[in-house]
C-alpha cells in the first residue's frame, strides 16, 4: 500500500465559495459560510483522511487590500497559507468578471509559489459553462495549465479537484499523516462555537455591521448534559449596538435561537446560549482587542 499526505491552501478573493468548498470536501462543516464578503478571518484546517490518503486543506481569508489591522492580520494569514502548501487552490467566482485585482494577484502567485497551482471557476451550477470560456482563456493566457470548473454548492465536478490535487503529492510507503485520523479541524469547539454565533449575525444584520463585529465567548461550561455559553457580540459603535440588539430585543434574540439549534447539533447536547452587545470603539485597529478575539499571527 503507498500514502499521500499534504496540505492544499485554498485562496481566492471574499466570497468565491472557499469555505463552502472546504466543507463540501471534507464533508463536514469546518468553515462558516455566509453572502457577506469577509466572513472567514482566520485560517482554519479541513482534514480529509481515506485508507490511502490524508489532505489537509487550509481554508483563509478572501485576498482584500488592507485598510485596519484586522485586515493585515487576515492578509498576512492568507500568506502563511500559500508558502506553507503543497499544492494551492485558487476559487474563482464564476459569476462575477475578472477585474484588475484579480489578475495581478494571480500573476504574482505564479511567480512568488514553486507549490503547483489549480485554478478553480466555481459556482457553474448557476452560471452558463459557455460563458466561461472567455474566462478560462485568460486563465490559460497567464499560464494556468490545471483549470477545472466545479460548483461547491452541489459538489459537481470536486471528484476531479480531489484527483488533481492527489496527481501532484509524492507516495510513500509508510503512512505519512501528520494527524489523527479522528481529526477534521484543528479548532476547537470554543472557536467553532464562536464562528456559528458570528455566521448567525452575519446572516441577519445589514452589510455595513458585520464587518465590525466580533464575537468574544466569555463563560464556556460543559456539564454531562448541558453547555453553558455566555457571549459579547462586540461591535465597533453605539448606533450598530442597538441594531444588533433590535426592536425589543428581538434581532439579537434571532441570533441565539438560530445559533443555539446550530450550536446544539454540534455538541449533541442541550445548550443554554446568551449573547451581550458591547460596544469597543475601533477595535480592528487596536492590537489587545484584537489579540483577545484570537486575531493575531503567530511570529
Ligand atoms: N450558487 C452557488 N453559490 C455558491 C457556491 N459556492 C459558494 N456559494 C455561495 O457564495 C457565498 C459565499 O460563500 P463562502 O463559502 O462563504 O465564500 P468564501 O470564499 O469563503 O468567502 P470569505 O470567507 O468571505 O472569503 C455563499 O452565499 C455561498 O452559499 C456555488 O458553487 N454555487
Ligand atoms: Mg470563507
Same mark, same amino acid.
Not at 446550530?262 to 449533541?268: A, N, P, R, Y
Given at each position: 500500500m503507498s500514502y499521500q499526505f499534504g496540505y492544499i491552501? /485554498?485562496?481566492g478573493k471574499p466570497n468565491a465559495g472557499k469555505s463552502t468548498l472546504v466543507n463540501c470536501l471534507t464533508q463536514n462543516k469546518v468553515a462558516i459560510v455566509s453572502p457577506k464578503a469577509q466572513t472567514t478571518r482566520n485560517n482554519i484546517l479541513g482534514i480529509l483522511t481515506t485508507k490511502t490518503y490524508q489532505l489537509v486543506f487550509i481554508d483563509t481569508p478572501g485576498v482584500h487590500k488592507s485598510k485596519n489591522a484586522l485586515d493585515k492580520f487576515m492578509n498576512k494569514s492568507i500568506r502563511s497559507a500559500e508558502s506553507g502548501a503543497d /499544492?494551492? +487552490?485558487? +476559487?474563482? *467566482?464564476g459569476t462575477k468578471n +475578472? *477585474?484588475?485585482f484579480e489578475l495581478d494577484y494571480l500573476k504574482s502567485l505564479k511567480? &512568488? $509559489?514553486d507549490a503547483p497551482i489549480v485554478v478553480l471557476? #466555481? &459556482?457553474?451550477d448557476v452560471v452558463k459553462k459557455s460563458n466561461l470560456l472567455p474566462l478560462s482563456k485568460k486563465i490559460a493566457d497567464l499560464g494556468f495549465n490545471d483549470i477545472i470548473f466545479l460548483s461547491a454548492k452541489t459538489g459537481e465536478n470536486t471528484n476531479q479537484i480531489i484527483d488533481t490535487i492527489l496527481s501532484f503529492l509524492p507516495q510513500s510507503e509508510t503512512k505519512n499523516f501528520l494527524y489523527d485520523e479522528d481529526y477534521y479541524t484543528d479548532k476547537s469547539l470554543k472557536f467553532m462555537v464562536s464562528e456559528i454565533i458570528r455566521e448567525k449575525a452575519l446572516y !441577519? =444584520? #445589514?452589510d455595513e455591521i458585520p464587518h465590525g463585529i466580533s464575537i468574544n465567548i466569555t463563560n464556556f461550561e460543559q456539564k454531562p448534559n448541558i453547555l453553558y455559553v455566555d457571549a459579547d457580540i462586540v461591535c465597533e459603535k453605539d448606533s450598530h449596538k442597538s441594531i444588533i440588539i433590535g426592536k425589543g430585543g428581538s434581532m439579537i434574540k434571532k441570533i441565539g435561537q438560530y445559533a443555539r439549534v *446550530?450550536? $446544539?447539533?454540534? /455538541?449533541?447536547i442541550k445548550v443554554m =446560549? &446568551? +449573547? !451581550?452587545v458591547k460596544v469597543k470603539k475601533d477595535w480592528r485597529e487596536n492590537l489587545s482587542f484584537l489579540t483577545e478575539f484570537g486575531y493575531k499571527n503567530e511570529d
Open positions: 491552501a /485554498v485562496v /499544492v494551492i +487552490l485558487y +476559487l474563482i *467566482d +475578472l *477585474d484588475a511567480q &512568488k $509559489e471557476i #466555481n &459556482k457553474i !441577519f =444584520l #445589514n *446550530d450550536i $446544539e447539533s454540534l /455538541v449533541g =446560549l &446568551k +449573547l !451581550f
